[in-house]
T-cell receptor, first 114, second 112 residues
Framework: DAGVTQSPTHLIKTRGQQVTLRCSPK?????VSWYQQALGQGPQFIFQYYEEEERQRGNFPDRFSGHQFPNYSSELNVNALLLGDSALYLCASSRITGVRAEAFFGQGTRLTVV | SQQGEEDPQALSIQEGENATMNCSYKTSINNLQWYRQNSGRGLVHLIL?????REKHSGRLRVTLDTSKKSSSLLITASRAADTASYFCATGLDNYGQNFVFGPGTRLSVLP
């Protein structure tokens, strides 16, 4: 049973560019959330997708957008990249109708903006 | 807003000793989960404790939850060098387990 998979593993972009990160949830999971983790800090919640809609959003600007596909996979898009967007981006999945509420995380995508 | 905040920020112990980490939060929660992260990689789920539970065990892990004090603790017994990692608590508002608030984590170093 594959866990949460993210691609790519590492990415280098130039300031002002746009980036798309991808996430496939754990089998049986229907909800995907994205987090940003700066070096030495805890993850910060960006947003959550369920039934192809954004359900909750953290304190992130509109430059951060996402999408969820019918197969529950998700993308995170960041426009007009800033140096401060350099971070580890983590995807988490869970089953919204499940009794147990554990969220499982992928290995993350390390984004470097230069 | 609610916030999970771990204490201490860093902990260094010898192999075989026990390690205790604490987490405090601000608002009512549905559940609290502990995660481990090795060297900036993905978070590994360790244990979930619900607001109506006071203690849970999983192997060498023991988690307690005191909702009156809005705090939780994670005890790792008989620590090993492989336990060296950052540990985070995450508070969940509902049963869907997604919108977590993480603290800065506790960096545990287990020395051989």
């Amino acid at each position: 049973d594959a866990g949460v998979t993210q691609s790519p593993t590492h990415l280098i972009k130039t300031r002002g560019q746009q980036v798309t990160l991808r996430c496939s949830p754990k089998s049986g999971h229907d909800t995907v959330s994205w987090y940003q983790q700066a070096l030495g800090q805890g993850p910060q919640f960006i947003f959550q997708y369920y039934e192809e809609e954004e359900r909750q959003r953290g304190n992130f600007p509109d430059r951060f957008s996402g999408h969820q596909f019918p197969n529950y996979s998700s993308e995170l898009n960041v426009n007009a990249l800033l140096l401060g967007d350099s971070a580890l981006y983590l995807c988490a999945s869970s089953r919204i109708t499940g009794v147990r509420a554990e969220a499982f995380f992928g290995q993350g995508t390390r984004l470097t903006v230069v | 807003s609610q916030q999970g905040e771990e204490d201490p920020q860093a902990l260094s112990i010898q192999e075989g000793e026990n390690a205790t980490m604490n987490c405090s939060y601000k608002t009512s929660i549905n559940n609290l989960q502990w995660y481990r992260q090795n060297s900036g990689r993905g978070l590994v789920h360790l244990i979930l404790i619900r607001s109506n539970e006071r203690e849970k065990h999983s192997g060498r892990l023991r988690v307690t939850l005191d909702t009156s004090k809005k705090s939780s603790s994670l005890l790792i017994t008989a620590s090993r060098a492989a336990d060296t990692a950052s540990y985070f608590c995450a508070t969940g508002l509902d049963n869907y387990g997604q919108n977590f608030v993480f603290g800065p984590g506790t960096r545990l170093s287990v020395l051989p």
